[in-house]
């Protein structure tokens, strides 16, 4: 019976309390009562703690975007991660489209040379996946948990503080208006003293005054104490910036490491694709000259003209006897070349293949042989040998 008295006697003064805040808000917001401002540092701490919480956030929330594109991904590791499990390993991006390259050229066949290329691109980007997923797991480690442990750690704290800071204050003001309004009343009783009535009427808001004056020193020592503490911990936030500066400073290395690593690796796969002719990867707005004849042999071709489609085209100025003489030639393929269609031959650079003019070729072109494979090739990727 005494502990339900208590929990009834407790459960009517925070309904109390509660509803002498509600009417300190609600009057306040009316302009009817008066509100204790804060003073002007706690202010300042106050801006700026709402400040780093909102830009910790987005940087958070758009960094997260930044290193996992798919939001159902993100979706699904935000589970994992409230359920305190692992997520499972799934293949990314870049190493998605390098498997996906490895294995066209693999069907193509590696002999190939567009096969031969896929796969080099395949494994260069397979080794950039890699290099972003170790780009994932350190910037959730050394950037993202930092910035998320402020605002579902110490930011929550100081929320907490910052809300019953508010709370004491409305206590403040109750008292206060309380105060005024008792010596108030005690006033107009003053004034009326010619009955016994209003004699009991002064002491009556005489002991108000005072009981009221009481209650206003509890609640300013109350808020007084609960306005530094709230301040101690915002005074915190020029470490939280400084920290989060190291971290920023670990999450830049990371990124600087990672497209290094991405630079190199193109790097090793345009010297790996340097057998392809430079005049086939240019601009096609842009010009290039004829590779350079070796002293041994004969170019087809003395002279260069570059055609409107940026591809050098020579002049074959030996191209006129072999038609004549109607034999073959052997011709050295100076680059890599992939058929268009069937009618022309696939060509690996260096290799060694016979050559002969067929009556109304173009004059571009020449019938290439290779053991019992035939068909056309371009004659700039050919040099005839002596």
């Not at 701490?45 to 991904?73: D, G, H, R, Y």
């Not at 020592?221 to 920290?243: N, V, W, Y």
């Not at 989060?244 to 690796?265: K, P």
Request: charged share 25%.
């Amino acid at each position: 019976m005494n502990i339900m008295d208590f929990n009834v006697k407790k459960l009517a003064a925070d309904a109390g309390t509660f509803l002498s805040r509600a009417v300190q808000f609600t009057e306040e917001k009316l302009g009817q009562a008066e509100k204790t401002e804060l003073d002007a540092h706690l202010e300042n701490l106050l801006s700026k703690a709402e400040c780093t919480k909102i830009w910790t956030e987005k940087i958070m929330k758009q960094t997260e975007v930044l290193l996992q594109p798919n939001p159902n991904a993100r979706i699904e590791e935000f589970v994992y991660e409230k359920l305190d499990r692992k997520a499972p390993s799934r293949v990314n991006n870049p190493e998605l489209l390098g498997q996906y390259m490895i294995d066209a050229g693999t069907e193509f066949g590696p002999g190939t040379a567009y096969g031969n290329a896929l796969i080099k691109c395949g494994e260069t980007q397979k080794r950039i996946g890699t290099a972003n997923r170790e780009l994932i797991q350190t910037s959730a480690l050394n950037f993202l948990t930092p910035l998320r442990n402020f605002i579902e750690g110490d930011y929550k704290t100081i929320a907490k503080e910052r809300k019953l800071l508010q709370n004491k204050r409305l206590d403040l003001d109750a008292a206060k208006t309380r105060l005024k309004k008792a010596k108030a009343a005690e006033a107009r009783a003053s004034q009326l003293n010619s009955a016994r009535l209003e004699g009991d009427n002064i002491m009556i808001w005489a002991e108000e005054v005072t009981k009221s004056e009481q209650e206003l020193r509890i609640t300013q020592s109350e808020f007084d104490r609960q306005a530094e503490i709230t301040r101690l911990l915002l005074e915190g936030i020029s470490s939280t910036h400084a920290h989060h500066l190291r971290c920023l400073n670990d999450f830049v290395e990371a990124q600087m490491t990672y497209y290094a690593q991405c630079y190199q690796y193109m790097l090793d796969l345009q010297k790996q694709l340097g057998s392809f002719p430079s005049n086939y990867h240019c601009n096609n707005n842009q010009t290039s000259a004829a590779p350079a004849p070796s002293a041994s042999s004969n170019v087809i071709g003395s002279s260069a003209l570059t055609s409107t489609s940026g591809l050098v085209m020579t002049s074959p100025s030996n191209l006129t006897d072999l038609k004549e003489c109607g034999g073959s030639r052997k011709a050295r393929v100076l680059y890599d070349y992939d058929a268009a269609n069937s009618s022309e031959l696939s060509l690996l650079a260096d290799e060694v293949i016979t050559v002969f003019s067929v009556v109304g070729m173009d004059s571009d072109w020449l019938m290439g042989e290779r053991g019992n494979q035939k068909g056309r090739v371009p004659i700039t990727y050919l040099e005839l040998l002596n």
